[in-house]
T-cell receptor, first 121, second 110 residues
Framework: GAVVSQHPSRVICKSGTSVKIECRSL??????MFWYRQFPKKSLMLMAT?????????EQGVEKDKFLINHASLTLSTLTVTSAHPEDSSFYIC?????????????????FGQGTRLTVV | RKEVEQDPGPFNVPEGATVAFNCTYS??????FFWYRQDCRKEPKLLMS???SGNEDGRFTAQLNRASQYISLLIRDSKLSDSATYLC???????????FGTGTKLQVIP
């Protein structure tokens, strides 16, 4: 299957600083990327959907000024957690769909990055 | 009704047992469904896709019941390595919106 690389896999930062997480599609063009957050023992929660070259669409309750998403190219999307606080500590995962990942009829499969465990101290 | 609902478990089953999970969904227009497997602190990985009535792959069988709006995952001859959380995923609008279930935790015990 297609490969999505997410970096870093683990980051510890001080409260008040910003952290950038990268998500790259290595062998396909990711027209759409999704960012999820998963708290311990909870389900994956969609934070935002980004289409290449346009502004991200944020889910209700997700602060767009705090979680900055940039999807400037077909192979790279970034999530920046600004002014991080301990309650932002979580597992963040990206997934991507796009050209070259189609399976089945017209539906597409999403490929996930490895995830980033963010700890804010 | 939640968009996607799963029994969180945990399901503790002995090796060799058959176990089944259900996932109910609320959007009757949904056309495709997926089961993902997620190991602790890892990303989800696609296990099976369900586009019509069902799909079978080795020990795993996924079935779709449109009338009752649920999909099921059956695992036969459970292995220790099957221990994981199984996520039901219901995309809509060509994956423009993806809803995950809370996941069902399976623990296969020796």
């Amino acid at each position: 299957g297609a490969v999505v690389s997410q970096h870093p896999s683990r980051v510890i930062c001080k409260s008040g600083t910003s952290v950038k997480i990268e998500c790259r599609s290595l062998d396909f063009q990711a027209t759409t990327m999704f960012w999820y957050r998963q708290f311990p023992k909870k389900s994956l929660m969609l934070m935002a959907t980004s289409n290449e070259g346009s502004k991200a669409t944020y889910e209700q309750g997700v602060e767009k000024d705090k979680f900055l998403i940039n999807h400037a190219s077909l192979t790279l999307s970034t999530l920046t957690v600004t002014s991080a606080h301990p309650e932002d500590s979580s597992f963040y995962i990206c997934s991507a769909t796009g050209i070259g990942t189609a399976v089945g009829n017209t539906n597409t499969e999403a490929f996930f990055g490895q995830g980033t465990r963010l700890t804010v101290v | 009704r939640k968009e996607v609902e799963q029994d969180p478990g945990p399901f503790n089953v002995p090796e060799g047992a058959t176990v089944a999970f259900n996932c109910t969904y609320s959007n009757s227009a949904s056309q495709s469904f997926f089961w993902y497997r997620q190991d602790c602190r890892k990303e989800p990985k696609l296990l099976m896709s369900v586009y019509s009535s069902g799909n079978e792959d080795g020990r795993f069988t996924a079935q779709l019941n449109r009338a009752s709006q649920y999909i099921s995952l059956l695992i036969r001859d459970s292995k220790l390595s099957d221990s994981a959380t199984y996520l039901c995923v219901v995309p809509s609008g060509g994956y423009q919106k993806v809803t995950f279930g809370t996941g069902t935790k399976l623990q296969v015990i020796p």
